[in-house]
C-alpha cells in the first residue's frame, strides 16, 4: 500500500502455494519495486492511470532480467488505484482487489472478477477441503499452478506481472471528485468482511473507517475470521488473507 495527497494504491501479492516462480527475489520484493514505480508514474500529472501502470510494470520488470520473467508463476500482484485530479477522481483496478466509493447516492463498488471465471472446477475441489489441512494445501497448489497457466491470457484473468501489456486488460474510469463523499482502497482481505463473509455492509466499512481507520476494519476482520478458523462456514484459501485498507475523505 502506499500514497500521496492525491494518490492512493493497493496492491495485494499473488500467493506462489510454494511453487516454483523463476526468480529469485520473490512476491514481496515485486511488490515494493512495481508499488514505487507506480507512485513516481502517477503522482504527479494526468497520465491516464494504465498508462502509468504500463510504465511502472516495464520498470519493475528491467530490474531483474537474470530472472526467468517467462516462468508462468514470476511474481505478480493485483492493483487498485484511486486519483484525484482537477475536480475528478481516476480509478484502475487489476484482478480482485476493489476501489469502492460512497457517494450521495449509495456505495460504487469497482472490481475485476475475472478471476471467478477461471479454473473452477478446481476453485470448487478447494472450498470443499478444511483450511490449513494438508489436503487442502495439496488442492490449493493444484489450483494456483492450473490459474497461472492462463493467467495474462485471453483464456484466463489479468494481473499484474512481467508483461506491461497486462495494463492494457485494467479496468479504469473516471467520476466527479464533487460526487464523491470518501473512499476506499483495499485488498480482497479486507472487502472479503462484506463480499464473502457477508458480515457487513459497505455503509458499516465506511461507518467503522471514520470510528477506527482502517487498522479498526481490518481487526473486525480478523475477529469474523477467527470464528471459523478452518473455513467451514466461509471456504477459503487461508485462515486469514493479507489485509490491506486506504481510506480517502474528500472536501
Given at each position: 500500500m502506499a500514497g500521496t495527497p492525491s494518490l492512493a494504491l493497493v496492491l495485494d501479492g499473488l500467493s506462489t502455494a510454494g511453487l516454483d516462480t523463476g526468480c529469485r527475489h520473490g512476491v514481496p520484493w515485486y511488490v515494493a519495486q512495481l508499488g514505487s514505480h507506480l507512485v513516481a508514474a502517477?503522482?504527479?500529472?494526468e497520465r491516464p492511470l494504465a498508462d502509468g501502470l504500463a510504465d511502472a510494470l516495464e520498470n519493475a520488470r528491467r530490474l531483474h532480467p537474470e530472472c526467468d520473467l517467462k516462468n508462468p508463476g514470476t511474481p505478480s500482484a493485483t492493483v487498485a488505484i484511486l486519483r484525484e485530479r482537477s475536480g475528478c477522481v481516476d480509478h484502475l483496478v487489476l484482478s480482485d482487489s476493489p476501489v469502492v466509493l460512497e457517494n450521495a447516492d449509495g456505495i460504487t463498488v469497482l472490481t475485476d472478477l475475472r478471476v471467478d471465471q477461471v479454473c473452477q472446477d478446481l476453485r470448487a475441489e478447494t472450498e470443499q477441503l478444511p483450511t490449513g489441512t494438508p489436503e487442502h494445501r495439496a488442492s490449493v497448489a493444484r489450483l494456483v499452478a492450473a490459474q497461472r497457466e492462463i493467467r495474462n491470457t485471453p483464456e484466463g484473468c489479468w494481473v499484474a506481472a512481467a508483461a506491461p501489456d497486462a495494463a492494457s486488460h485494467a479496468l479504469t474510469g473516471t467520476v466527479a471528485a464533487a460526487d464523491v463523499r470518501s473512499?476506499?482502497?483495499?485488498?480482497?482481505?479486507?472487502?472479503?468482511?462484506?463480499?464473502?463473509?457477508?458480515?457487513?455492509?459497505?455503509?458499516?466499512?465506511?461507518?467503522?473507517?471514520?470510528?477506527?481507520?482502517?487498522?479498526?476494519?481490518?481487526?473486525?476482520?480478523?475477529?469474523?475470521?477467527?470464528?471459523?478458523?478452518?473455513?467451514?462456514?466461509?471456504?477459503?484459501?487461508?485462515?486469514?488473507?493479507?489485509a490491506a485498507v486506504a481510506c480517502c475523505s474528500f472536501a
Open positions: 502517477l503522482a504527479a500529472g473512499a476506499a482502497v483495499m485488498s480482497d482481505g479486507a472487502s472479503r468482511l462484506v463480499t464473502d463473509y457477508q458480515m457487513a455492509t459497505w455503509e458499516a466499512v465506511f461507518s467503522r473507517l471514520r470510528e477506527s481507520g482502517p487498522a479498526g476494519l481490518i481487526h473486525t476482520v480478523r475477529e469474523v475470521e477467527a470464528t471459523d478458523p478452518h473455513g467451514l462456514r466461509w471456504p477459503r484459501y487461508k485462515a486469514g488473507d493479507d
